[in-house]
């Protein structure tokens, strides 16, 4: 990735936008603009072809996926499928979130952010998927929306760092 160009971030759905806003002042160390922009509801065809543009203009690209590893069990086969849905990319314009976009969340809460949103620490998220997280909201949230907006009044870079295998990768890759 390079220094001071754009730099568009390709994530699934608004969970993962409301979360990559939330670290988009980290990015924009290191870019002059960043777009985060949700592609569930857009063909893979017209997306490629954007990222296809973008490269050309010399814009980095970044697609982000989760590894639930439903039908593909491995990382490289997660970035493999990726690559043909978008054959624009590389594997280094790919990133996959292990487990879920749900893990990243509950990573960046210290164990006093924890217990101020009334959940029990977590020292490591690799696992956390969507229904370990669900099954974890406390009552006092009406949804699961209200919960990650109030996680992420708490979410500490540093912290997401060093519980999530996966937040760290992205950190030390994209970050820095």
């Not at 593909?72 to 499928?81: L, Y």
Request: positive net charge.
């Amino acid at each position: 990735m390079s220094q001071f160009n754009k730099m568009y971030i390709w994530v699934e759905g608004p969970e993962d936008q409301d979360l990559f806003k939330k670290i988009k002042p980290l990015l924009l160390k290191k870019y002059k603009l960043v777009h985060i922009r949700e592609r569930a509801q857009e063909p893979n065809k017209k997306i490629n072809s954007i990222i296809s543009v973008n490269i050309n203009k010399g814009d980095d690209n970044l697609l982000v996926i989760d590894a639930d590893f439903d039908s593909v069990f491995c990382i490289s086969g997660k970035k493999s499928a990726a690559i043909r849905q978008f054959p624009s990319l590389t594997n280094n314009n790919i990133l996959i979130i292990i487990k879920e976009i749900e893990g990243w969340y509950l990573a960046g809460l210290s164990d006093q952010a924890c217990k101020k949103i009334g959940i029990k620490p977590i020292d490591n998220t690799d696992s956390v998927g969507k229904r370990k997280f669900d099954s974890i909201i406390p009552k006092k949230y009406s949804n699961k929306i209200d919960f990650m907006q109030e996680i992420l009044k708490y979410f500490e870079v540093r912290v997401a760092c060093q519980k999530s295998t996966s937040f760290n990768y992205f950190f030390n890759n994209f970050l820095q």
